[in-house]
């Protein structure tokens, strides 16, 4: 029977290739995203023909209590879970207004906090289930002009060595992975990449180099509370 995977943000870059390689494994995926025809036009893209998007708002209690109800009635025992779901607002603190901080907070941190809590119950049942949270190499090494967003990142991070202790007894692992600078709609408006410090490799990151991290650590069996980083090096200059 193929394992059914839910990844929040499936609907593009990172989070639609993690997608597109588990499908491509024989999973059935689950894509969560608020906009429900982006997440459909995902599905419709993987391998397979047996995927669901559904719209959901992560940083929304009631949507995500609602989403994942409907998930184990409708799909059954959810073996996978990553959060890819993520926005980010550049800005220096002192321009930074409480909305944009609560905004960045809730989505990156609290809405990783809520899947994982809604789709728990379900994984302690399901042997080799897995959970993976995507963080920043600015979560790890820090950014001038990202500070909320680094401190949602870097909550992430204790958050998922904290769950890792709390459910490893329950045969769950949490893992996290860390990309550096990847090619996706969240850096095209970037304008400085010439700003970047240097990156060892010589390029920025491709979506599906991310994926293949991302697999390993959902696959590997004896891997729980770590933190991988995907950055072509670039947190060895930062
Ligand atoms: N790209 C990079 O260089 C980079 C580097 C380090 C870390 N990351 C992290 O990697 C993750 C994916 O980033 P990306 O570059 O792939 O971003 P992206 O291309 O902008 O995609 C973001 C995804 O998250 C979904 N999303 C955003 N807010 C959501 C919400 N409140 N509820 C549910 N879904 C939501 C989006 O769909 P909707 O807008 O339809 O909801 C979309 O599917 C993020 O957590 C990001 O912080 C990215």
Redesign the pocket.
């Known amino acids: 029977m193929s394992r059914l995977a839910v990844v ?9 290739a993690v997608a597109q390689l588990l499908a491509s494994r024989g999973c059935r995926v689950v894509v ?4 429900l025809e ?2 459909r036009a995902a599905v419709a893209s993987l391998d397979g023909g047996d995927h669901v998007a559904l719209s ?4 929304q209690e009631q949507e995500v209590k609602s989403t994942f109800e409907k998930i184990r009635k409708t799909y059954g025992k959810i073996s996978y879970l990553v ?6 607002r550049d800005g220096l603190l002192l321009r930074q207004s409480s909305s944009v901080m609560r905004s960045l907070l ?3 941190l609290l ?1 990783s906090m809520l899947t994982c809590k809604a789709a728990l119950p379900g994984l302690m049942h399901t042997p080799g289930a897995a959970l993976l949270n ?5 979560g790890v090494k820090g950014r001038a002009g990202q500070s909320v ?1 680094s401190a949602s ?1 870097s909550g992430l991070e204790g958050f998922t060595r904290s769950l890792a202790k709390e459910v490893a007894s329950r045969g769950v692992r949490v893992n996290m992975l ?10 095209a408006g970037l304008q400085e990449w010439s700003s970047l410090p240097p990156i060892p490799l010589g390029r ?2 491709e ?1 599906e180099e991310v994926a293949q991290a991302a697999l390993f650590l959902l696959l590997s069996p004896y891997v729980t509370g770590q933190t991988l980083l995907v950055d072509g090096g670039i947190s060895l200059n930062m």
Not at 56 to 59: A, E, F, K, L
Not at 178 to 187: A, E, H, L, N, W
């Open positions: 929040t943000g499936g609907s593009r870059g990172i989070g639609r969560v995203s608020r906009d982006a997440g959901c708002d992560v940083g959060n890819s779901a993520g926005v980010n809730e989505v990156n809405g995507i963080g920043s190499v600015v967003y990142k860390v990309p550096g600078f990847i090619r996706t709609d969240m850096t920025v990151g979506v």
